[in-house]
């Protein structure tokens, strides 16, 4: 696979962690429709979109897109104490907690997905995650007891999942859906849009992306994935078409705690791994949602290798992946599943 740098004609999603859309030139084509969202927030995220169609009314498209990702982070952000969830994980064991459709719907695919992925996706590690945050504030490693014991306050043991509603069997446990949340926000602003006559788009936030449609000229929409070592390199590209694509890296927001550098990425089989150099560099999933690819780019940065062979299982079609391996440009090497090589762009 060639390294090589790109000159991006078009570009959507202004804060973009991973990918890049690059749209080609078409002369003569004016779209009808051109909204670009401005800064919002999902799920603590800063991000922007832009909606490109053929036919819809502008406004209402946007309107409808950002009020539906919205939404999603509001019933779910942690960082809210008033969000549903975050009631929920305060509730007490044994209280049965009513919860919006759409946060069941995330759970239930949350518990799906954990154990699709050998476990290692895994919501319910809020207090392992709260632990390191308070580390990186005070600037101080926690020790490998703490760590145990945050990871067994709360497990999917402890959590029971009813038609509407959720029940704690223990005080501590919680749940924290920043790994899958901001891909379903995508999915439902995706919705919101093609409900609104919307037939290209492309939404992304905090480096989630799905793309819909044909592309502006028929022949998909071109991804470039970007390098974790280098922001101006672009490491492949690919032609996408209604699918999504995520990418996840140890890059991304490291914490440096006595002069070592700490991956935000946790196993959840083993909260005492948390070396960034155990990880992979950076990985990128494609899946026909958001949700999915979402998830599945955090449970890969925790497998690595052995991730993509449950890829290629059939139990997981439309699900592609490719993983990014070393510490630098000069040392690392790419892997990836069967079909991934196929939306590959030829470049020659």
């Given amino acids: 696979m ?39 927030h999902v799920m603590n995220t800063e991000y922007h979109f832009r909606v490109i169609a053929r ?19 509001a019933l779910m952000s942690v960082y809210l104490d008033r969000s549903q969830l975050s009631m929920f994980n305060a509730s007490k064991a044994g209280q049965e907690i009513q919860l919006d459709d759409q946060i069941m719907d995330v759970l239930r695919a949350s518990r799906v997905i954990y154990d699709d992925t050998d476990k290692t996706f895994d919501v319910t590690i809020q207090p392992l995650i709260q632990l390191w945050r308070t ?21 999917w043991a402890d959590i029971e999942l009813h038609d509407n509603s959720a029940i704690k069997t223990s005080d501590t446990a919680t749940v924290n859906l920043g ?49 974790p070592f280098d922001n101006d390199v672009r490491i492949a590209g690919l032609y996408i078409r209604d699918a999504a694509v995520c990418t996840s890296g140890n890059y991304e927001r490291q914490r440096i705690i006595n002069g070592k550098k700490f991956s935000h990425i ?14 992979p560099a950076s990985v990128t999933v494609i899946a026909p949602d958001a949700m999915t690819a979402d998830a599945w780019a955090t449970a890969l940065s925790v497998l690595g290798k052995v991730g993509l062979k449950l890829l290629n299982a059939k ?17 690392c090497e790419m892997f990836s599943t069967k079909g991934y090589e196929k939306l590959l762009i030829d470049e020659k």
Avoid at 266 to 279: G, Q
């Fill in 2 to 40: 060639t390294i090589r740098r790109e000159q991006i004609v078009w570009l959507i999603g202004v804060v973009i962690i991973g990918v890049i859309i690059a749209l080609p030139a078409i002369q003569g084509y004016k779209p009808k429709l051109e909204t670009d969202a401005g800064l919002l």
């Fill in 135 to 155: 580390a990186g504030k005070n600037k101080s490693l926690p020790d490998s007891d703490a760590l145990t014991a945050a990871r067994a306050e709360s497990t």
């Fill in 315 to 331: 139990k997981h079609d439309g699900i592609e992946a490719m993983i990014v391996v070393g510490t630098s440009a000069e040392d």
């Fill in 55 to 73: 036919r819809a009314p502008a406004q209402k498209a946007f309107d409808a897109a950002r009020a539906s990702a919205n939404r999603v982070g």
């Fill in 179 to 227: 790994g899958i949340a901001k891909g379903y926000a995508i999915d439902k602003a995706v919705s919101a849009m093609q409900t609104c006559g919307v037939e290209n788009a492309a939404i992304e936030i905090g480096g989630d992306l799905r793309c819909i449609g044909p592309g502006l000229d028929g022949n998909g929409w071109v991804v470039r994935v970007q390098s």
């Fill in 266 to 279: 946790l196993d959840p089989r083993n909260p005492t791994r948390t070396y960034s150099a155990e990880y």
